[in-house]
């Protein structure tokens, strides 16, 4: 079974930064690979809707795509070799305050979802 596991979240001051990872396993000999899947970042704030962050392409095309709240202070990247997966952030803001889920998505019906990382930005 595929497991994602986010890690590198916490506390940071407004205008810090961050570099969340996410660690991809279980992919059984046969199956699918990490390679294929496209990753998301993903971010839910208290009483809001989980919105999508950061994507990046699958089979190592390097296409990114942006939410317009994060350009330019945001990178996401993978490894496709370590089955990992990165987002780096800057320039924080406390409006970036939420829990971040790693996402990897093949199709409808083979996607997977980490448990979250805290990110809490505060003075």
């Known amino acids: 079974q595929v497991q994602l596991v986010e890690s590198g979240g916490g506390l940071v001051q407004p205008g810090g930064s961050l570099r969340l990872s996410c660690a991809a396993s279980?992919?059984?000999?046969?199956?699918?690979?990490?390679?294929?899947?496209?990753v998301n970042w993903y971010r839910q704030a208290p009483e809001k809707d989980r919105e999508l962050v950061a994507t990046?392409?699958?089979?190592?095309?390097?296409?990114?795509n942006y939410a317009d709240s994060v350009t330019s202070r945001f990178t996401i990247s993978r490894v496709n070799d370590k089955n990992m997966a990165y987002l780096q952030m800057n320039g924080l803001k406390p409006e970036n305050t939420a829990v971040y889920y790693c996402?990897?998505?093949?199709?409808?019906?083979?996607?997977?979802w980490g448990q979250g990382t805290q990110v809490t930005v505060s003075s």
């Open positions: 279980g992919f059984a000999f046969g199956t699918n690979t990490f390679n294929e899947y496209t």
């Open positions: 996402n990897i998505l093949l199709t409808i019906k083979h996607t997977y």
């Open positions: 990046i392409a699958s089979y190592g095309s390097g296409r990114t």
